[in-house]
């Protein structure tokens, strides 16, 4: 395991096969398919950043890199993709083996190339917030203390923008001195970029031209009349606080069995087209604050009237939500014109009740927007995770922008395509599967926006038949990837990051030790997480669990020891052992079981899924549990209903969740004030024990997860007990042991699925 | 227009000048004219040649030259200060036929007015209006100055020294006597002048509020009217028509002067108390109509020198008809010996008593006498219809509209025809039954209203009810009256902020006006204000208190718009007044800087409609170019018409027409939410008026044009017509319905309104300058002596939030004798019938085709006299009925009007259309037959009692080189200054001492001299009486503004015009080939 832990440290990729099989046959009978999660801005400082251009291939356009055969005397470089024999430039004759470029050096299989001088100036991130105001004012209160607080944490150079929305979408001037001024749309409608340039007076004096395309200050748009909407944070600082200070709760009057009238998608639009006529293709996100449900114009999710209960998982299951196709629809475009522009949607949606999340999240996935799900702006989800947006220093996001990523790979492998936040450029090429999973059809992506964490699931087709042809290729057994991204960085640059990497291929029958060895558990699950989630969401009457299951089995069949027809000769390899309690646990997580949670949530665990690495994804599927007590210092236990006992301390982290979980006999020491007495200082020592490590997650990760502190038997400790495997249920042959717990559920426990796993491999 | 102009009249009761303005006095002044050519030529038929006026001969075939004659008795006795008639013509300087005794007069004035009132002339409180300074408001208003407050007037009141002219002396002057008969009943008038003092001298006191006040309705003021009548007195009272601008730009544009006059304007109010009844005996007129009356019917109020000129041999152009000033003031009882009265000129000066006839200010009838057939009517050749102007300011002396509350069961009506109790209905059978004067239903009397009948048939109770012995009545609406709370007043302002807008200055005048004129908005808690400014895109403001500054929001979608905000838009006046001066002030700073050309006047229309739709209001807009962008976007049609003459010759009157329905349907629909939208166009440039005044016109309200716009000159006009606009007495929400008698059925309305439904008219807005004129048509026959009734109701909210019902009744006798239609035709309604004609004739016929219709018209009624009522002895002259004698001289007017002449902008011609269409009967006249004056020599006149000089007649004769002229219209005063003007003379009227320095837009500045404070007092004294403010214009021969203005002379000869004499030849020559 360690090994791929550091390969992944190298290059920020792990894949679900690091020996890969090598043919289509071989491949589908491995079940996992061949994929790799790579985390574009993986933060590794050895990674070199060079200050010049590339060296790419005439042909197939890939970049130098360290597994390029290099003849030194000729002065050539042969492509390891296309085979294509380069001859260096004048600028690299002076290359030698003993005077190697960077690239070349074999630790090097990931450089970043900085853009020079001439690429142009440097352009500061925009920020253009879109407020929703239809809320209580207590909610607003929190949202305008939460968005002073950004505003002052805005990098000064960085452009800030506002839009206020409820009824009618205001855009607000902040670069007009005199009086707060706003332009006001009509909420029901859709706002084009055309109607923008012509109705917010960008051509005032002018003449519009007749023809090309007109946008940004490149264009022709004068420098002025963008800067009424976008200023440097420095300069608008006074203005913005005036106009936060001042929201107020939409005016328009809403009768008490009415929904306010809110008009997210227009708002949403109107944010689009202006950045799209100011800034477009720099960098720039729509950070949208939403407290509840679109109710009007494009986009809106629900009608107004109260008695309509809002969509449910089982609504749109049976088809029966109307609104819903026409928002996704809606939202599509919105997410292809900010795509086209360069831009990314953010979402910070909090209201107890759902908000549309479910709908916007092909605009926030396909920019690589953020989002935040809280139930209050109030709430520390929401505020901490606003802070962390801006706040620089160890736990930064490194938030980038407009990003391109593509990939070339050797020949025989070909991309299906991208699960994760980006979208598919269309850019077809040989290395374009026929099969499509995800974003696919193309050989690059965009991703308006990305961070050090974005990570993305590429799935492979592996195209090379069966055959004696197979084998033959100077190269040997060896299939390359290159993967490369350009964005904008975070202090303005261009760059361009190039991760080159190469696995041995098997082929035939004897190959599944071998490849069994280069077996990634983790990445397996998460790649099958993201897999069977987009499953659901793209194939009608899926149905996840049968197919989890299914792929168990069969992967169970093809690698486990056994004998046939006798299940208690079954037995796994270390490689693939935890694989089927990740998978049990999947069956039973938010992605699978949707029915406990409301579309929003699921929809908001899913991109969240969609755009982390290994780790965390794994986390999600199979949260940790630690257990603190006198007896021992913190261990990792089993995630278990067994693992609770009267008295300890649990810590649950199911990545959205944080769960602090004081055992019977610790909480009434708690509650009778033992910790704060003295003599039992290593009681108190017990209790903050936990409490540090939960604030150490909390502060690595973003969005900031929920902290639950509960106590046994009490009604919060439910975010526990789902978490548990069913060992001991209600009824279970066997009573807990004394402190222990039961969990009333009907579910199987980990050792039927175990029992049934191992009777249906052998077969 | 108001009817100000009673105040100085009366002062002036002197010959020369004459107050009231020329128009005013117009129709008393002539008898029978006849004139007839040459007999030779007649007979032959053909004219001839030269066709003259050389040629033509009048011959007065009856009367001896001397006009005056037919009245010998009448004005000679120097006693009489009355004689009225014949000074106006003295004066006049023309001839000498009219001319009568007119030298005496004024001297004996004197002796009335300096006594009585001097002292409270002295007080200061000069009337009306400081202006009238030196004449001396004594009178009537004298007490009710008050003014001390408006210093504007301060500067000319001070004059107090002569008191002069009193009041008295006019009533008496107003009368002359013109038969015999009456002598005896002028007699007495001179005394009752004197008796008149007595009232005056205490209404003084009671009088102040007139000018300075805000318009107050309800209130008594006490200078309007005299304690004793109030009941409740309803909107007597009328606010100051203008103001000076206050503040800023006063200095600019030395509104001093006028500031204070206007004020003045208002005050008619004030004034005349005295002539009140009680001088008055019933008696004065007593048998003045009589049929019994000679055979030349004279009014009897229009007793002059008349006449009837006539020369064998040709026309004596000296001899010619034309109007006759007339400066006293009568007393006029609306009813007398159980008949309606024959109103006096709608002109002149007149106190009304309403003696169950409404005031004629109110509602007057083109005929006094209504034919029984509709055969007679079209026979006559006149026209019969209503001018009704329900809110016409009263004469200040006048009695206020009596309120009436029959609380929850509502005025009493008619249980068919739903008409409204008046002094008509006849209480039967002990007063059980009422029979409905106008359906003739017997209705039950309502048991609480029931009261015995008197011996004369009469109720007993009548003369305490108001709604049974007063002509004109208010009911306070009951519920069944209100859909929904009355409305509170909600004004919003519009102000086009476009690149040219702002640098004309136009952005700057109109925020400027409405910053000032904020303290004449009503007060109270139901006054509400909303203000948004737009270009290409509209811009409102919430100005909600709690946020330190105004909030600007801008609606960028002008194809479909929206307010942005649900409240905060508008606000109580008295919640965000402070922060709105302060947003007014900003404004023009704010867009100084603005490169948005386009204008996007129709959205933003509709949004401050939006804005305002719940309530209803007043939406003001200041429009500055032509509206290129957004909803009701409009394009220069008239360059390209101009560029593709082949169709536009032939299509000229499209352009007049509105360019698409787009605006109309707009109109429609603000005016079933009640929003009157009054619409300011400063511009420099086409706006297309056509297309955009059929907004105001549906709306109720009208449109202001200033074009050029000068920032100099037009920013105190502005102000004014704005102050004027929110001050004057004006309704909401308002219905009208006119009934009348069985056998007549209305045909039309015409006005500034939205018809929904046939019989009834939507008003968003009414106000004392509207007029509404309604036609009617037989559907059945009178019988002779019957008496046909008409009632006009109208249903409004008040200013302050009352729903109220004014009714208007109106009986008149009905006859079968074409003779006594002409004999009590009324021809400044006819007049006005007819510019209202033709102006609706305008944007859909060809311009020749309109002034041929004008044309025929006039010579079918004179033919049909001719034919009729003519003795046949006279074949071969020209016989003009003497009501209707100026007839052919307004009918050329009429031709060369702006209007109708073929040169000129298409945009003033608009103008002219959507002015004359509510334009009330007192203004229609100047509007066509404007009134000239000379002004140089104001200081030299020998004539000082009167505040303005006697009008010279409108041909060039009277034009010289060495004089400067003012030429009015009621919209636009023209200063004619002759190339050989005395430097000197330049130099005290302009400040500069050549013709070169003086600016063509002119603000006239008071310089200390004399001159110049009488030219200013002049003005604003003409400004008063027409409650418009007047652009002035500098004139000079020689280049076009000069021979704009000798076109404006209406008797002279012009390019493709007649002169005078040259049509009356025309006319005659019509008349005789339609004989054969």
Redesign the interface.
């Known amino acids: 395991m360690s090994e791929f832990l550091e390969l992944e440290a190298q290059d920020g990729i792990r894949m679900t096969w690091n020996v890969i099989p090598g043919t289509k046959q071989d491949a589908a009978s491995c079940v996992v398919p061949v994929s790799a999660l790579y985390t574009p801005l993986y933060p590794n400082p050895a990674i070199p950043v060079l200050p010049y251009a590339p060296l790419r291939c005439r042909i197939c356009r890939s970049i130098l890199n360290s597994f390029s055969v290099v003849d030194f005397d000729s002065k050539i470089w042969q492509c390891p993709f296309c085979f294509q024999r380069n001859h260096f430039p004048q600028h690299y004759s002076t290359v030698s083996a003993s005077n190697l470029p960077t690239e070349l050096y074999p630790q090097c299989t990931t450089v970043e190339y900085m853009a020079t001088a001439e690429a142009g100036p440097v352009s500061p991130p925009v920020f253009l917030f879109v407020v929703d105001t239809c809320m209580i004012e207590e909610e607003i209160g929190y949202l305008k203390s939460a968005l002073a607080q950004a505003v002052e944490l805005l990098p000064d150079q960085s452009l800030v923008g506002l839009i206020t929305f409820g009824t009618?979408v205001?855009v607000h001037?902040l670069g007009?001195g005199?009086?707060?001024?706003?332009?006001?749309?009509?909420g029901t409608?859709e706002v084009t970029k055309d109607?923008i340039l012509e109705?917010?007076?960008f051509f005032?004096?002018?003449k519009k031209p007749t023809t090309g395309v007109i946008a940004g200050a490149r264009d022709g748009l004068s420098a002025e009349s963008i800067a009424r909407f976008l200023l440097p944070a420095s300069e608008c600082e006074f203005m913005l606080n005036s106009v936060i200070e001042?929201l107020q709760k939409d005016?328009?009057?809403v009768s008490a069995d009415q929904r306010a009238s809110r008009c997210t998608g227009a708002a949403l639009s109107v944010a689009a087209g202006l950045l799209g006529v100011c800034v477009p293709g720099s960098g720039a996100r729509i950070m949208a604050f939403i407290g509840g449900p679109s109710t009007e114009g494009p986009g809106s999710i629900i009608s107004k009237p109260l008695s309509e209960p809002i969509r449910s998982h089982k609504d749109l299951d049976k088809g029966s939500v109307a609104l819903y196709n026409k928002a996704v629809k809606f939202y599509e475009e919105i997410a292809k014109q900010l795509v086209h522009q360069g831009h990314v949607l953010d979402l910070f949606a909090c209201a107890l009740d759902q908000v549309g999340v479910a709908e916007m999240k092909v605009a926030v996935e396909r920019t690589g927007g953020i989002v935040v799900l809280a139930e209050s702006f109030g709430h520390s989800v929401f505020k901490d995770s606003l802070r962390r947006i801006f706040q620089s220093g160890d736990n930064d996001l490194g938030l980038c922008f407009n990003g391109i990523f593509e990939i070339n790979c050797s020949k025989d492998v070909k991309i299906q395509g991208i699960i994760g936040p980006c979208t598919s450029l269309e850019k077809k090429s040989p290395i374009s599967s026929d099969t499509v999973v995800g974003q696919g059809n193309t050989s690059a992506w965009k991703m308006c926006g990305l961070d050090r964490k974005t990570s993305l699931c590429l799935v492979f087709d592996i195209a090379k038949k069966d055959g004696p042809d197979a084998i033959g290729q100077s190269t040997g057994n060896q299939f390359y990837f290159q993967f490369l991204t350009y964005y904008q960085h975070h202090d303005g640059q261009m760059r361009l990051r190039s991760t080159t990497v190469s696995r041995r291929w098997v082929a035939g029958s004897g190959s599944v030790q071998e490849l069994l060895t280069g077996f990634d558990q983790e990445a397996a699950a998460a790649v099958m997480a993201r897999l069977v989630s987009f499953k659901m969401e793209a194939e009608v009457d899926f149905d996840p669990v049968r197919w989890l299951d299914r792929a168990l089995i069969s992967l169970c069949s093809k690698f486990g020891d056994y004998q046939k027809e006798t299940p208690s000769s079954f037995s796994l390899s270390p490689r693939l052992s935890i694989f089927p309690q990740f998978i049990f646990n999947l069956r039973r997580s938010q992605f699978v079981q949707v029915f406990n949670n409301s579309p929003d949530e699921t929809a908001y665990f899913r991109m969240m899924l969609n755009r982390e690495n290994v780790a965390n994804a794994v986390v999600m599927i199979q949260p940790s549990l630690i257990s603190y007590s006198f007896q021992s210092g913190p261990e990792p236990v089993l995630l278990d209903v067994t693992a609770i006992a009267a008295d300890r301390i649990l810590l649950l982290d199911s990545y959205f969740t944080v769960v602090i979980f004081h055992g019977i006999t610790i909480a009434q020491w708690r509650k009778a004030g033992y910790q704060d007495q003295e003599g039992h200082e290593v009681f108190a020592q017990l209790l903050q024990a936990p409490q540090e490590e939960a604030d150490t997650i909390i502060k690595e990760r973003f969005p900031v997860p929920r902290l639950v502190v509960c106590d046994q038997y009490g009604s919060q400790a439910r975010f526990l007990l789902a978490k548990l495997n069913p060992s001991v249920t209600y009824d279970s042959a066997t009573p807990p042991p004394p402190g222990g717990d039961v969990i009333f559920t009907d579910d199987v426990s980990f050792q039927v699925f175990m029992d049934h796993l191992q009777r249906l491999a052998v077969q | 227009m108001s009817r100000p102009p009673p105040p100085f009249a009366p002062q002036n009761p002197t010959p020369g000048p004459n107050p009231a303005g020329p128009a005013s006095s117009l129709p008393a002044s002539f008898s029978n004219l006849q004139i007839s050519r040459a007999p030779p030529p007649f007979a032959s038929g053909g004219p001839p040649p030269g066709n003259g006026p050389a040629p033509s001969s009048i011959r007065g075939p009856q009367a001896p030259p001397p006009g005056a004659r037919p009245f010998p008795g009448s004005p000679p006795p120097p006693s009489q200060p009355a004689p009225p008639l014949a000074r106006p013509a003295a004066s006049v300087q023309q001839s000498p036929p009219f001319g009568g005794p007119p030298a005496a007069q004024p001297q004996q004035m004197p002796p009335f007015n300096g006594s009585p009132f001097g002292p409270p002339a002295q007080v200061q409180r000069a009337p009306f209006g400081g202006p009238p300074g030196a004449s001396q408001p004594p009178p009537f208003s004298g007490p009710p100055a008050a003014l001390s407050q408006h210093p504007p007037f301060g500067g000319s009141p001070a004059a107090p020294t002569q008191p002069g002219p009193l009041g008295g002396p006019p009533y008496s002057a107003a009368q002359p006597p013109p038969f015999g008969g009456l002598p005896g009943a002028m007699a007495q008038r001179p005394f009752s002048g004197g008796s008149m003092p007595p009232f005056g001298g205490q209404q003084p006191p009671s009088q102040q509020g007139p000018y300075g006040g805000p318009p107050q309705f309800g209130g008594q003021r006490p200078g309007s009217q005299p304690p004793p009548f109030g009941a409740q007195v309803a909107p007597p009272s009328q606010p100051p028509p203008f103001m000076g601008p206050p503040g800023l730009n006063a200095p600019a544009f030395g509104p001093p002067g006028w500031q204070g006059q206007a004020r003045p304007g208002i005050v008619p109010g004030g004034m005349q108390p005295p002539m009140r009844m009680p001088g008055m005996p019933g008696n004065m007129l007593p048998s003045a109509l009589g049929q019994g009356m000679p055979s030349t019917p004279t009014m009897p109020y229009s007793p002059h020198a008349g006449a009837q000129v006539s020369t064998p041999s040709k026309i004596d152009p000296n001899q010619i008809p034309r109007p006759i000033t007339e400066t006293s003031v009568t007393i006029f009882e609306t009813r007398q010996g159980g008949q309606a009265a024959v109103p006096p000129a709608a002109s002149s000066e007149f106190i009304v008593k309403d003696t169950g006839n409404c005031s004629p200010r109110l509602m007057r009838c083109t005929m006094n006498q209504i034919p029984c057939t509709g055969d007679l009517l079209t026979t006559s050749g006149m026209p019969l219809a209503l001018m009704v102007q329900p809110f016409a300011l009263p004469h200040p002396s006048e009695e206020p509209i009596q309120l009436v509350d029959f609380g929850e069961m509502g005025p009493v009506r008619c249980s068919r025809c739903k008409a409204y109790i008046n002094p008509f209905m006849r209480f039967v059978d002990q007063g059980k039954f009422f029979i409905c004067n106008l359906c003739g239903f017997s209705n039950d009397t309502p048991r609480e209203y029931l009261c015995n009948l008197g011996p004369d048939g009469r109720r007993r109770d009548a003369d305490e009810r108001p709604e049974l012995c007063r002509g004109t009545v208010e009911f306070v609406a009951s519920k069944e009256f209100l859909v929904r709370e009355p409305m509170p007043a909600v004004y919003f302002f519009l102000i086009d902020v476009s690149m040219n807008a702002v640098h004309t200055g136009a952005t700057a005048a109109a925020c400027s006006a409405i910053s000032q004129a904020l303290s004449d908005l009503p007060e109270g808690p139901r006054t509400m204000v909303g203000i948004a400014t737009f270009d290409s895109t509209i811009h409102f403001y919430s100005l909600k208190r709690s946020q330190q500054q105004p909030l600007m929001l801008i609606v960028p979608d002008i194809q479909d718009v929206y307010t942005p905000l649900q409240t905060d838009l508008i606000l109580p006046l008295s919640e965000c007044r402070e922060s709105l001066e302060q947003l007014l002030e900003s404004i023009p700073n704010m867009f100084e800087n603005n490169r948005v050309a386009d204008s996007a006047f129709g959205a933003a229309m509709k949004a401050g409609f939006l804005a305002m739709k719940s309530t209803g209001g007043k939406l003001l807009v200041f429009q500055s170019v032509l509206p290129s962008v957004g909803t009701g976007s409009l394009s220069a049609r008239e360059a390209e018409g101009r560029s593709n003459i082949s169709t536009g010759d032939k299509e000229a009157h499209k352009l007049l027409q509105p360019v698409d329905k787009t605006l109309k349907t707009m109109a429609l629909e603000f005016a079933e939410y009640q929003v009157c939208v009054d619409v300011f166009i400063t511009t420099q440039s086409y706006v297309d008026i056509a297309s955009i005044s059929v907004v105001p016109s549906t709306t109720g309200g009208r449109v202001y044009c200033y074009f050029p716009f000068s920032a100099l000159s037009d920013p105190a006009k502005l102000f004014n017509d704005l102050r004027w606009n929110i001050s004057r007495p004006q309704g909401f929400e308002a219905v009208m319905r006119v009934r009348c008698s069985q056998g007549l059925q209305v045909q039309d309305y015409s006005g500034n309104f939205c018809k929904r439904v046939p019989t009834d008219i939507d008003l968003p807005a009414i106000d004392s300058d509207k007029t509404i004129m309604v036609t009617f048509k037989h559907d059945d026959k009178f019988q002779e002596n019957s008496e046909c009734a008409f009632q006009c109701a109208l249903l409004y909210t008040t200013v302050y939030g009352q729903r109220r019902i004014r009714v208007i009744n109106i009986s008149l006798t009905c006859t079968s004798m074409l003779s006594n239609l002409f004999r009590y035709a009324d021809l400044e309604t006819q007049f006005t019938y007819l510019v209202k004609q033709a102006a609706s004739g305008i944007p859909s016929s060809p311009l020749s085709q309109v002034r041929d219709q004008v044309t025929s018209t006039c010579i079918n009624i004179l033919q049909s006299y001719r034919k009729y009522c003519a003795s046949v002895s006279s074949s071969g002259q020209l016989i003009l009925p003497e009501a209707l004698k100026l007839l052919p001289l307004y009918t050329l007017a009429l031709i060369k009007s702006i209007g109708l002449r073929n040169d000129g902008r298409v945009d003033d011609r608009s103008y002219w259309v959507s002015i004359v269409s509510s334009i009330s009967v007192l203004l229609a006249v100047p509007l066509v037959f404007p009134r000239m004056i000379s002004l140089h020599d104001l200081t030299s006149r020998d004539d000082e009692d009167t505040l303005i000089p006697n009008p010279l007649t409108l041909n060039s004769e009277n034009i010289h080189d060495d004089g400067i002229y003012l030429l009015e219209n009621g919209e636009d005063g023209f200063i004619y200054v002759g190339n050989a003007v005395n430097p000197v003379t330049l130099e005290q009227i302009f400040g500069v001492s050549s013709l070169a320095g003086v600016p063509t837009q002119l603000a006239l500045e008071q310089f200390d001299n004399e001159l110049s404070k009488k030219v200013n007092e002049v003005l604003n004294e003409i400004r008063r009486q027409r409650c418009s403010y007047l652009r002035l214009r500098l004139c000079q021969k020689g280049d076009q503004s000069g021979d704009f203005f000798r076109s404006l002379l209406v008797e002279d000869k012009a390019p493709g015009g007649l002169s005078y004499v040259e049509f009356l030849v025309h006319v005659h020559r019509q008349i005789q080939s339609k004989m054969t």
């Open positions: 009618y205001q001037e007009f005199l009086l707060p001024k706003s332009y006001v749309f009509n409608k109607q109705q917010m007076g005032a004096g002018k001042e005016p328009w009057p």
